[in-house]
């Protein structure tokens, strides 16, 4: 299958610092992108979609302000938390799916582990 | 919009023996129904996936059952390793659109 990637797998920061996530596709061409969080021994919660060169779009109830996603090519797409807090603490996975008209299917990205201090 | 729910939440079986997850869905439009693996720390891995022009796949160990008209799909791992204990999430999407996840289960498989 198709391999994602991201970048930290762990960041600890002070609270008030902007964290940023990378998440990269690396061996096809993700004209999507997803950027979920999830609590311990919870599912999924999917945060926003990006389409690359497009404004991302957002779940109801997330910050856009706070959470900043730039898709800015076919293989890259960042999640910068600004202004982290001990709540914004939590793993966060990306995932990314090819150009639409070929495939359904989503990968995942190893997930980021977000620790606020 | 969709709604998945997903039972049991947590499962434990002995090696060897089968495994059946269960998930329903609620918008009759959708038309995609992945299932992941999540192992401790890690990212959901895609392991089967179905559409809904087709009623069963199966692939070594695996398969995944659909019925569109009770709007409900399963996961079914037969001869299951101790490998195979992780979280399993079932979800659905309408094509192109989000996916929408069920809650998990916890699957031990005790040798």
């Known amino acids: 299958g198709a391999v994602v990637s991201q970048h930290p797998s762990r960041v600890i920061c002070k609270s008030g610092t902007s964290v940023k996530i990378e998440c990269r596709s690396l061996d096809f061409q993700a004209t999507t992108m997803f950027w979920y969080r999830q609590f311990p021994k919870k599912s999924l919660m999917l945060m926003a979609t990006s389409n690359e060169g497009s404004k991302a779009t957002y779940e109801q109830g997330v910050e856009k302000d706070k959470f900043l996603i730039n898709h800015a090519s076919l293989t890259l797409s960042t999640l910068t938390v600004t202004s982290a807090h001990p709540e914004d603490s939590s793993f966060y996975i990306c995932s990314a799916r090819g150009q639409a008209g070929s495939t359904y299917e989503q990968y995942f990205g190893p997930g980021t582990r977000l620790t606020v201090t | ?111």
């Open chain 2, 1 to 111: 919009g969709e709604n998945v729910e997903q039972h049991p939440s947590t499962l434990s079986v002995q090696e060897g023996d089968s495994a059946v997850i269960k998930c329903t869905y609620s918008d009759s439009a959708s038309n995609y129904f992945p299932w992941y693996k999540q192992e401790l720390g890690k990212g959901p891995q895609l392991i089967i996936d179905i559409r809904s022009n087709v009623g069963e796949k199966k692939d070594q160990r695996i398969a995944v059952t659909l019925n569109k008209t009770a709007k409900h799909f399963s996961l079914h791992i037969t001869e299951t390793q101790p490998e195979d204990s992780a979280v399993y999430f079932c979800a659905a999407s309408l094509g192109y659109d989000k996916v929408i996840f069920g809650p998990g289960t916890s699957l031990s498989v005790i040798p």
